[in-house]
């Protein structure tokens, strides 16, 4: 088995606000693998300023993988637990080579074009008229679940938003959920939660910034809108460290996103450790290419979870990787029509 790894840098069609900052560029790599005629693809979906393995022996540590794949899956696994992300592309690109198909990891109803996934719609941070231009593009498309970022504009427009949505649709019509990415402050945290709690939201993700433990579970106890743990999960990765997160917080969902939780395997962890706890949980990517987003969506697929995933990100780039992938009503499927763009498999991506 022969493996290499390779860099792409993908373009937002439009600049796209978080409350981190705005992305117009997006670095992803891939790792290839190569046996007897047969190719796997595993994509490493670091997002910079976010992934805990973003650090400067990132390009290092994946040339270390290339030059010990005879290790194998699981032992790569374990040894890459400072880079999730990796692990993850590993993960893919085993499954990817074992594979009839390269793009086909979890063959299903799903990939065979019979059912779809339900979707959130994306709205990005941006001012009132950009977001309401937005959201009245998802209502069209079809979309009954919309999640909104913010935290990046003034508090009070973007309560305007929320008014504004409820005024034209309500919450059986429209499901609401707003990432904070923790932009709120832990003093405000609780009246903001008050606010927005009027607008009869689905949830709002991580409030407030990561490991303040304490302020979180205290804001889990005696909020009134359902809190949802996303930034949370990242860097944690010893199971007990995991269990004693979710006790001690008690969340009322989690947030899984592969490439910044160690895949498949990191992603069971939390599921399993949720689900004992009576916390319910969805999935959403991080950004990746076609590629990583198919992984991702395969795998979301077989867990059966009926909640509304975060997996709409596809459209975001202009030179993404052609897949079958679709959105259309508000879900995620396979369009029969489309085929892969096989120039990934030759190491090298769409300009």
Same mark, same amino acid.
């Given at each position: 088995?022969?493996?290499?790894?390779?860099?792409?840098?993908?373009?937002?069609?439009?600049?796209?606000?978080?409350?981190?900052?705005?992305?117009?560029?997006?670095?992803?790599?891939?790792?290839?693998?190569?046996?007897?005629?047969k190719?796997?693809?595993?994509?490493?979906?670091?997002?910079?300023t976010?992934?805990?393995?973003?650090?400067?022996?990132?390009?290092?540590?994946?040339?270390?993988?290339?030059?010990?794949?005879?290790?194998?899956?699981?032992?790569?696994?374990?040894?890459?637990?400072?880079?999730?992300?990796?692990?993850?592309?590993?993960?893919q690109?085993?499954?990817?080579?074992?594979?009839?198909?390269?793009?086909?990891?979890?063959?299903?109803?799903?990939?065979?074009?019979?059912?779809?996934?339900?979707?959130?719609?994306?709205?990005?941070?941006?001012?009132?008229?950009?977001?309401?231009?937005?959201?009245?593009?998802?209502?069209?498309h079809?979309?009954?679940?919309?999640?909104?970022?913010?935290?990046?504009?003034?508090?009070?427009?973007?309560?305007?938003?929320?008014?504004?949505?409820? &005024?034209? /649709?309500?919450e059986?019509? @429209? +499901?609401?959920?707003?990432?904070? =990415?923790?932009?709120?402050?832990? !003093? %405000?945290?609780?009246?903001?939660?008050?606010?927005? &709690?009027k /607008?009869?939201?689905?949830? @709002? +993700?991580?409030?407030?910034?990561? =490991?303040?433990h304490?302020?979180? !579970? %205290?804001?889990?106890?005696?909020?009134?809108?359902?809190?949802?743990?996303?930034?949370?999960? @990242?860097?944690?990765?010893?199971?007990?460290?995991?269990?004693?997160?979710?006790?001690?917080?008690?969340?009322?969902?989690?947030?899984?996103?592969?490439?910044?939780?160690?895949?498949?395997?990191?992603?069971?962890?939390?599921?399993?450790?949720?689900?004992?706890h009576?916390?319910?949980?969805?999935?959403?990517?991080?950004?990746?290419?076609?590629?990583g987003?198919?992984?991702?969506?395969?795998?979301?697929?077989?867990?059966?979870?009926?909640?509304?995933?975060?997996?709409?990100?596809?459209?975001?780039?202009?030179?993404?990787?052609?897949?079958?992938?679709?959105?259309?009503?508000?879900?995620?499927?396979?369009?029969?029509?489309?085929?892969?763009?096989?120039?990934?498999?030759?190491?090298?991506?769409?300009?």
């Amino acid at each position: 088995m022969k493996a290499i790894y390779f860099k792409h840098i993908l373009e937002f069609k439009r600049p796209s606000g978080t409350s981190r900052g705005v992305l117009k560029t997006k670095e992803t790599w891939f790792i290839k693998l190569t046996q007897e005629g047969k190719i796997g693809i595993g994509e490493c979906g670091i997002l910079r300023t976010l992934s805990v393995d973003d650090r400067p022996d990132y390009k290092a540590k994946l040339q270390w993988v290339c030059q010990h794949i005879h290790l194998g899956k699981d032992k790569l696994y374990s040894e890459l637990k400072a880079f999730p992300s990796i692990q993850f592309g590993v993960e893919q690109a085993f499954l990817s080579l074992n594979a009839q198909n390269p793009f086909e990891l979890f063959p299903s109803a799903f990939t065979k074009s019979k059912a779809p996934i339900s979707i959130n719609g994306l709205v990005w941070m941006g001012d009132k008229d950009f977001m309401k231009q937005q959201i009245l593009e998802k209502l069209r498309h079809g979309f009954n679940c919309i999640k909104l970022k913010i935290g990046a504009i003034d508090f009070e427009s973007e309560v305007s938003l929320l008014k504004f949505i409820r &005024s034209q /649709f309500s919450e059986k019509e @429209i +499901e609401i959920r707003v990432d904070a =990415n923790g932009a709120f402050s832990s !003093a %405000e945290a609780l009246q903001r939660l008050e606010t927005l &709690s009027k /607008f009869k939201l689905h949830s @709002i +993700e991580q409030p407030i910034a990561v =490991n303040q433990h304490a302020e979180m !579970a %205290e804001l889990c106890l005696k909020t009134p809108l359902a809190i949802a743990l996303d930034e949370e999960l @990242i860097g944690v990765f010893e199971k007990e460290a995991k269990q004693e997160l979710i006790e001690k917080i008690k969340p009322q969902y989690i947030i899984l996103k592969p490439s910044l939780i160690g895949g498949f395997k990191g992603s069971m962890d939390w599921i399993s450790i949720a689900e004992h706890h009576k916390i319910d949980w969805w999935i959403t990517s991080a950004l990746e290419s076609n590629v990583g987003l198919n992984a991702i969506s395969q795998f979301t697929y077989t867990l059966k979870n009926s909640l509304p995933q975060g997996l709409g990100t596809g459209s975001l780039y202009t030179n993404n990787i052609e897949s079958p992938l679709t959105v259309q009503n508000g879900a995620i499927f396979y369009d029969p029509q489309k085929t892969w763009n096989q120039t990934i498999l030759n190491n090298s991506c769409i300009k």
